[in-house]
C-alpha cells in the first residue's frame, strides 16, 4: 500500500471515501442508509467520530473526518465491519428486494476472492486517507462532496440533498450533527 494513503495525524482531519464492491448501487434504500447513518451516529456518540462533512452517493460515501477519542482506523474499520454484516442481513431478510439474489452472489464473489472475509465483502478494503493539511485542502474537499449530488443529476442545488452536509453549511440541520471545518 502506497505511505500516501495512509493516516499518519491522529489530530488532522481526513478526507475518506468508502465504496461498495463493484460499485453496487446499495443506498438507493431507505433501510439500507439508515443503517449506515445509525451506525457514523453510533461512532461520534461512542467512539469520538468527529464528522466534518458526509456526502451519501448511491454506491459510496465521502466523509470528512476527524477523532478526539479512538484512532481513526479503528473507528473506519469497526463502522465497515458492522454496517457491512448489518446490511447484509438487511438485504437478505427484505422480501421485496428485486436486486436480492444478484447483489448477494457479488458480495459473496467479492468476498470469496479476499482471504480475509469469511463470506462476504461489503465495502472496498482501502479509503484513501487524504489529510486535511491546509484551508484550502479543506474547501476543495468540501466542495468535492457537496457537488457529487449536483455532477450526479441527483439535485440542482448541493444543500437540497438530503444525505449530505452541504444543508447544515447553508444553514439547515441536517442527518447528522457534524463539527464543521470552519
Known sequence: MSRKYKIRDQ???YFVTLT???????FTRNEYRNIFFDSLRYCIA???LEVYAYCMMTNHV?????THGEDIQSILRDLKKI????????????????????MLWIFRRSGEQNPNNE????????NHPIEIQTIEVAM???QYIHENPVKAGFVSEPEAYLYSSAGDY?????????????
Open 46 to 48: 461512542n467512539k469520538g
Open 140 to 142: 476543495q474537499k468540501l
Open 170 to 182: 447553508s444553514g439547515r440541520k441536517g442527518l447528522l450533527d457534524i463539527d464543521f471545518l470552519y
Open 119 to 126: 463470506k462476504y465483502q461489503f465495502w472496498l478494503q482501502h
Open 11 to 13: 489530530t488532522k482531519p
Open 83 to 102: 454496517t457491512s454484516v448489518k446490511i447484509i442481513k438487511a438485504i437478505e431478510d427484505n422480501q421485496l428486494e428485486s436486486r436480492k439474489h444478484w
Open 20 to 26: 461498495t464492491v463493484q460499485w453496487v448501487d446499495v
Open 62 to 66: 465521502h466523509l470528512i473526518i476527524g
